[in-house]
């Protein structure tokens, strides 16, 4: 048996047992951040939250004057430092709506760019393949009037129906191939929103603070509370903010007050542990030790597929990261793999064969030949991903 | 100046000083059940939530066998514990789904009795006149091709473009009106919401335990913890669950897991110190002192209206509540407010000349000599909306 889990020479993570269960169906398709439970289970108390059964029971916040009546502003707050202690995204002048994760923001947001009263056909959503595979079923569930799934940015036909109105989705650093993106469509008439949600400096290098019209981004990837389903977006224009905030008031009635308080703190301690800090002590810091353990994934995996040489991987390049003033490439919490041999349906390889489920690529708008991969699993379940992904022998059909 | 809060004869609440602040705007139009926070405040440490800062991160739940992925077992316990106890609505044998608020979930109830790949044209939804005002806007928002809102249900066009197909939600308890209510349209092809959000002992008796398709309940109106976005829909049919779960999926991949652990410990306080203790403190037991507090705040309310005579209110029967073993009455979270002259726009008359924000007749599908009035206010609110009630002469326009 292969033992993956060797302490890595930058040793940000302590060698373990190997996992013996191999017969186990490992769950590899959904990006739930396991991976960051080791570190917040040693901050101990600095951040555990007490809340009284009288706490927080009204639905509106005590911050009157805020757009975004159901806003906690110690989440608003948190919010606006970690951005300016991270340097990915200008904060000031912009109103943060939040939402019950950046799901129900990127529904928001489709609402705020479409609802008029003068609409008469849906507005075309569209977004660069390979892109995030919920986005179809996210904007055509409810069949709305308002919007509707146009499929891929590059290949989208702008003048269909004589409308050139369109919504683009930029989803950067993309999910699933974790490369840069930016707007591909480009005309007058186009809105974009920009998921932000993976920009941070575990998963890339931060080359710029980020400025766009609607930013979203998630607590779940920030640092891996996907159970609170916190998100929230930074919106320029005011009359867009104020649809979002009444897409969520007609959607859910605000955001869990329990999760905001939770948020505000955690994410606080995120910008009084950062940037200045940087380096003082590798596992105290949050993004130093994420940055770390994704990098050591990152470099066994590549080890196993030069090994194998069945797959491939996306190459990123060096960049200087400002956050952690060095020269980084990205770790992103997804692999792309891609099965070198031609016709090979790599999600049922992976499945059947090796009992690994994975997402295929066709829900990304891409190839069969290709499959996401988390790597955002617990320890146990990664160090199997990478045993099954090395037993893997050539001839797959 | 009329002092409304000296002690009532049962005394439930304390006498306090009355507010002198004659000049503000109050708001009545919301629901947000602020009343019950003193008892909340008085619970101390029992019902206080420590939550470390790596306790669910996950958005699964432990409970890998629950068709409801995201649901905390804790919670679905204490939910069906507190149906057995309260004897409110039949919880064994139905699945639990979660929601953001039953706001989330009244949506996700559209969805799963309107999707199916073969739907060509919306399916209409329809509640009986007054109807809670929010049902059109929740329903017609997106411009959903699965679902329109038809209105009344009194009204309904049963044949309209030969489809016999409709969703009823009945809403009874009712918001505004108190009343309670059943299904009015009766025909084959109808499929029903139950939204029971008022069927707790401190608004009305309870009579029999509910036992429909789809019931929803939340816990804003049950304890008053509006700000924690917890709502619960019981579900006979396996295939309907299934898809309101997809629903909650799409629409924001579950539910605050803070908010779920925070209302099964409370939820779960209710049945232990419910039903068999009843009587015994008053002021331990929440459906004793809430059942109390409204009755007052009724007493006080009807006192006013039958001085200055202007106005009518519904009048409710005295039923034997199961619960508490006596004959009561309904102490509704809404008084249902009527200006007995005619042709009057009793939400401007009260905005304008008295400075009390309520929600008009035509919201809910009414007349505009009603308005909804919230009982469910602090103290100081509830006071100043009696004494600027009482204040009110006749000749309105």
């Given amino acids: 048996m292969v033992v993956f889990n060797e302490k890595a020479s930058n040793g940000c993570t302590k060698s373990s047992s190997p996992s013996t269960n191999i017969s186990k169906t490992i769950n590899l398709d959904q990006g739930d951040p396991t991976v960051f439970e080791p570190y917040w289970r040693k901050t101990g108390d600095k951040c555990t939250m007490v809340i009284s059964a009288s706490d927080s029971m009204s639905s509106f916040s005590d911050d009157a004057g805020n757009l975004c009546w159901f ?156 159970g609170s389903r916190i998100g929230w977006a930074l919106v320029k224009d005011t009359k867009v903010a104020k649809k979002m905030i009444k897409f969520i008031e007609l959607n859910s009635i605000g955001v869990s007050k329990e999760s905001q308080l939770r948020a505000a703190m955690i994410l606080g301690t995120l910008s009084d542990n950062s940037y200045r800090k940087f380096n003082s002590n590798k596992q105290d810091n949050f993004f130093e030790y994420s940055q770390c353990l994704l990098s050591e994934r990152w470099t066994k995996l590549r080890e196993v597929v030069n090994r194998n040489q069945l797959f491939s991987l996306p190459d990123y390049p060096l960049e200087y990261c400002n956050f952690t003033r060095k020269l980084t490439q990205s770790h992103p919490a997804f692999a792309w793999l891609q099965c070198k041999e031609e016709d090979v349906d790599c999600e049922k390889l992976m499945i059947k064969a090796h009992k690994m489920v994975v997402r295929g690529g066709v829900r990304f708008g891409a190839e069969k030949k290709y499959v996401r991969v988390s790597m955002l699993s617990s320890e146990g379940v990664f160090n199997l991903f990478l045993q099954r992904l090395s037993e893997i022998k050539g001839n797959f059909n």
């Fill in 71 to 226: 806003l906690e502003p110690k989440l608003g707050d948190s919010i606006r430092n970690l951005h300016r202690e991270i340097g990915n995204a200008k904060s000031n002048g912009r109103h943060i709506v939040v939402g019950t994760g950046s799901t129900q923001l990127y529904q928001a947001a489709l609402y705020a760019l479409s609802s008029s009263p003068d609409r008469t056909h849906p507005i075309n959503v569209v977004s660069a393949a390979p892109y995030y595979s919920q986005y179809p079923e996210e904007t055509e569930y409810l069949r709305s009037g308002l919007y509707k799934w146009a499929g891929d940015a590059y290949t989208f036909d702008k003048e269909e129906d004589g409308n050139s109105n369109y919504i683009e989705v930029v989803n950067s650093p993309s999910n699933p191939d974790g490369s840069i993106k930016e707007a591909v469509v480009k005309r007058t008439g186009g809105k974009l929103i920009h998921d932000l949600a993976y920009y941070w400096p575990q998963y890339t290098p931060i080359t710029r603070p980020a400025d766009h019209d609607i930013m979203l981004f998630t607590f779940s990837k920030c640092t891996g509370h996907a």
